[in-house]
């Protein structure tokens, strides 16, 4: 016989569940970003964009993609649009994040050719063109041949059903990309390159496997995420030995870690190491308001004062963050990019001031991007 008492408890359970979900559950709707007010824009799995509005913290517009298991965000420069990698990291697309409407698209992926790229998107400063780089590959029908790699120009009022409008041949290994005011695009690979989209040349900017550093080892880096965007730099961490002398023996050997930034109004690049190597950190961000002030993470927050070579502070995190923003104003820190909370930090004491709860789906390396909407 059916227990009619667990039967009504289930049902009961069932209900709160139901109406649990749905109250964490913002759907695509319209919105008006607010003026003089912070936005955060990431993006969930499976195919979510997310805009957060950081005056209360709550998520306010959730615009569903056709490209499932997105990966990284890039705003246009009005900060109204994001584009992201979608479906194997094959497709992009673009959507209006006040009204979710879908406004680009393009698959990096024709014929028989496969093209993925890892986060390699940049758009350039007057916001009319999208970069993308992507590795390519041949599907034959008994063998892959691998392709050289394209940094591939888009018109973004191509809208859909964009194409190439030019394919410059590029480096392998290329990771993120990010383009200055000087209308360059600047790339990590196994250097820094310099690329020019309308001369389509690719040059060395800064070198770094194999650098001439005489007393240091060659460095390890690591540059998987969109970080920086908003704030107008481009930055990587990097790992390296400096030797105690000119015996170069890795046992008396001390690890640093070291950062280059790549300023995006002028081109500038600086480069330098500021702390022994203690903990691993994805990515940095600097203080928009005191580019001396760094911020680190991965199992940890860590504070850096750059000119002095210094630890500030250094606090555990609830979980593994890939990701760091900060303020525009330089007030807070912010990380993510795992799973689906965002925690916020005081800038200047490292205090937690609370989490950031997505509606759903994990992050999984989607980018932080924060802007002011004036």
């Not at 999984?364 to 802007?371: E, K, T, V, Y």
Request: aromatic share 10%; with cysteine; net charge neutral.
């Amino acid at each position: 016989m059916i227990n009619k008492k667990l039967t009504k408890k289930c049902f009961t359970l069932l209900s709160f569940s139901m109406i649990f979900s749905m109250a964490n559950t913002i759907s695509a709707n319209e919105i008006k970003l607010k003026a003089d007010n912070d936005y955060l824009v990431t993006s969930s799995r499976p195919g979510n964009i997310l805009v957060v509005d950081l005056k209360t913290n709550e998520v306010v517009n959730n615009c569903k993609t056709d490209e499932k298991y997105n990966h990284g965000v890039l705003l246009s420069p009005d900060y109204k649009t994001a584009f992201i990698l979608g479906n194997g990291w094959e497709e992009i697309g673009g959507y209006n994040i006040e009204t979710c409407k879908k406004v680009f698209h393009t698959n990096l992926s024709a014929g028989n050719i496969k093209g993925k790229s890892t986060d390699g998107l940049a758009i350039s400063s007057d916001g009319k063109e999208l970069y993308a780089t992507y590795n390519r590959v041949e599907l034959g029908s008994d063998r892959y041949t691998v392709k050289d790699p394209y940094l591939s120009v888009y018109n973004i009022s191509d809208g859909l059903n964009a194409k190439p409008i030019k394919n410059i041949t590029m480096p392998r290994q290329m990771c993120t990309i990010s383009a200055a005011d000087n209308g360059k695009i600047y790339g990590t690979g196994a250097h820094f390159y310099e690329i020019d989209p309308k001369a389509g040349t690719v040059e060395i900017a800064k070198k770094m496997r194999d650098w001439d550093r005489p007393g240091y080892s060659n460095p390890d880096f690591f540059s998987p995420f969109i970080t920086g965007q908003t704030t107008k730099e481009y930055s990587i961490l990097h790992s390296v030995f400096k030797f105690k002398d000119e015996k170069q023996n890795m046992d008396e050997a001390t690890p640093y870690v070291g950062i280059t930034t790549i300023d995006l109004t002028d081109g500038k690049i600086t480069q330098s190491e500021f702390t022994i190597f203690e903990t691993i950190m994805f990515t940095a961000m600097h203080n928009p308001k005191d580019k001396n002030i760094l911020y680190g993470v991965l199992n940890d927050l860590s504070m850096f004062d750059l000119k002095n070579k210094k630890l500030l502070k250094r606090v555990p995190v609830d979980h593994t963050y890939y990701n760091v923003a900060v303020s525009p104003d330089g007030e807070k820190v912010y990380t993510g990019s795992t799973l689906n909370d965002i925690s916020i930090y005081d800038a200047k004491t490292l205090d937690k001031l609370g989490n950031i709860q997505l509606p759903e789906g994990d992050m999984g390396g989607g980018s932080l991007q924060i802007f002011h909407n004036i």
